[in-house]
C-alpha cells in the first residue's frame, strides 16, 4: 500500500517562505512523475508545479519565479519550496505521484491529504 503524506503548511505573512515535504511511502518499485497541486475554496483544484523521473520541472505561470519543485529519489520524498508568498496562494496543497509499485504492474496514481498554506498578515 502506497502512501503520500504532506506536510510543512502553515500560516505565513505575505513576502514569506515556506517548504512542503511530501515523504512517500510503501512498497514503491518506480516513481514516474510527481507534481503539487492546490484547491482553494470555492474554485477548482489546480496543478501547480511537476517534476519528472529525470527532473524536468514545469509550472503554472501563477507561480513561476516563485515556487521550485524538487525531488530527492533515494528517499521518495517531493518538495515545494514557496517564496515570495501571496494572499493568492492560499489553498490546500496535494501532493500526487504517479508510482509503479513492481516492475510488472501498471503505474497509477496517487493523492496525499493535503495540507493547508494561509497566506495573510
Known amino acids: 500500500q502506497v502512501q503520500l503524506v504532506e506536510s510543512g503548511g502553515g500560516l505565513v505573512e505575505p513576502g514569506g517562505s515556506l517548504r512542503l515535504s511530501c515523504a512517500a511511502s510503501?512498497?514503491?518499485?518506480?516513481?514516474?512523475?510527481m507534481r503539487w497541486y492546490r484547491q482553494a475554496p470555492g474554485k477548482e483544484r489546480e496543478l501547480v508545479a511537476h517534476i519528472g523521473s529525470r527532473g524536468t520541472t514545469s509550472y503554472a505561470d501563477a507561480v513561476m519565479g516563485r515556487f521550485t519543485i524538487s525531488r530527492d529519489n533515494a528517499k521518495n520524498t517531493l518538495y515545494l519550496q514557496m517564496n515570495s508568498l501571496k494572499p493568492e496562494d492560499t489553498a490546500v496543497y496535494y501532493c500526487?505521484?504517479?508510482?509503479?509499485?513492481?516492475?510488472?504492474?501498471?503505474?497509477?496514481?496517487?493523492w496525499g491529504q493535503g495540507t493547508q498554506v494561509t497566506v495573510s498578515s
Open positions: 510503501g512498497s514503491i518499485f518506480s516513481t514516474v512523475a
Open positions: 500526487y505521484a504517479v508510482i509503479q509499485v513492481t516492475s510488472t504492474t501498471t503505474a497509477r496514481n496517487y
